[in-house]
């Protein structure tokens, strides 16, 4: 009987196991693709109707909709100011700590929970103008949802200028709240 109690357990624990390493596996996948379409669509400034709608199955709700109130506020501020152009709401690569955004990336790693995780995220840029490449580990929060694992933030991994600190979610609250001087 104890043998049985023991094999049970043993099983039990290399499910749970496979069960772990399997949505590592897909949290990995889903910020891997999140950074193959972006650096395929290489966005700037507030996100365009399209390339919203091209992040939209990466993101969730709340972020979502942050991306959408900025990119509706930078549209109403060009309008609003197309005799005298103001500078834009915000400049640059918003999905990096680095302005100039990345040039390659690397899941480094997942820390799994069972409603959220935490993949950081290994980020280069490289420039001719540069005289080593920028190196940069940001963290990628996920949340669950109906679809599976979504990105809910971006922790910016910080340093100094021109590197971004604090997290994708407040820097849109941000920019939504002051509408002055351009994010850089």
Same mark, same amino acid.
């Given at each position: /009987?104890?043998?049985? *109690?023991?094999?049970?357990?043993?099983?039990?624990? !290399?499910?749970?196991?496979?069960?772990?390493?399997? $949505? #590592? +596996?897909? &949290?990995?996948?889903?910020?891997?693709? =999140?950074?193959? /379409?972006?650096?395929? &669509?290489?966005?700037?400034?507030?996100?365009?109707?399209?390339?919203?709608?091209? =992040? @939209?199955?990466?993101?969730?709700? %709340? !972020?979502?909709?942050? !991306?959408?109130?900025?990119?509706?506020?930078? $549209?109403?501020?060009?309008?609003? +100011?197309?005799?005298? %152009?103001?500078?834009?709401?915000? $400049?640059?690569?918003?999905?990096?700590?680095?302005? *100039? *955004? &990345? +040039?390659? =990336?690397?899941?480094?790693?997942?820390? /799994?929970?069972? @409603? #959220?995780? #935490?993949?950081?995220? #290994?980020?280069?840029?490289?420039?001719?103008?540069?005289?080593? %490449?920028?190196?940069?580990?940001?963290?990628? !929060?996920?949340? @669950?949802?109906?679809?599976?694992?979504?990105?809910d933030n971006i922790q910016y991994a910080g340093g100094q200028a021109p590197m971004r600190n604090g997290n994708l979610q407040d820097t849109l609250l941000k920019l939504l709240k002051r509408d002055a001087a351009p994010l850089q």
């Amino acid at each position: /009987m104890k043998r049985i *109690g023991k094999i049970f357990i043993v099983a039990a624990s !290399l499910l749970l196991a496979a069960c772990t390493s399997n $949505e #590592e +596996s897909k &949290a990995k996948e889903l910020v891997s693709d =999140f950074y193959r /379409m972006h650096q395929s &669509a290489r966005p700037s400034g507030a996100l365009t109707l399209n390339e919203l709608i091209t =992040f @939209r199955h990466f993101l969730s709700v %709340p !972020l979502f909709n942050l !991306l959408k109130d900025v990119s509706v506020a930078e $549209e109403a501020r060009a309008a609003q +100011s197309a005799a005298a %152009p103001l500078p834009p709401l915000l $400049e640059g690569d918003i999905f990096t700590a680095n302005p *100039g *955004g &990345a +040039s390659t =990336f690397r899941v480094v790693q997942c820390d /799994m929970q069972k @409603r #959220e995780s #935490e993949c950081s995220v #290994e980020l280069i840029y490289s420039d001719a103008k540069l005289k080593a %490449p920028a190196k940069w580990v940001d963290k990628v !929060l996920l949340t @669950r949802d109906a679809r599976g694992w979504i990105i809910d933030n971006i922790q910016y991994a910080g340093g100094q200028a021109p590197m971004r600190n604090g997290n994708l979610q407040d820097t849109l609250l941000k920019l939504l709240k002051r509408d002055a001087a351009p994010l850089q």
